[in-house]
């Protein structure tokens, strides 16, 4: 008895057609959003909106470059590195800027 002729299999069936079309609405998403964003620019829609917290014009960047330029003393740059600390969430224990 030959197994392949017991079994009704007729392919795939149409609904095999959605396969294209899901992979393809998931490459224009996914094209339109880098062309809204990252490639013209600007920030994506996972980073952050508010003020800069990172890199280099960071508050509390700009806060070390001010003291080691010597614009401020030492207990000023303390006194506002613990303002900063409480509204950027940093931790003191990480040392200075």
Do not use: C
Not at 67 to 93: H, M, P, T
């Amino acid at each position: 008895m030959n197994t392949f002729s017991t079994l009704a299999y007729d392919g795939p069936g149409p609904w095999i057609l959605l396969f294209p079309l899901i992979w393809a609405a998931v490459v224009i998403t996914v094209v339109s959003v880098l062309r809204r964003t990252v490639w013209r620019g600007r920030r994506g829609p996972w980073q952050s909106r508010g003020a800069t917290t990172h890199g280099e014009h960071s508050p509390i960047a700009v806060l070390g470059r001010r003291f080691a330029s010597g614009e401020i003393d030492e207990d000023e740059y303390w006194r506002r590195l613990s303002v900063l600390d409480e509204q950027f969430g940093r931790s003191l224990k990480d040392g200075p800027a």
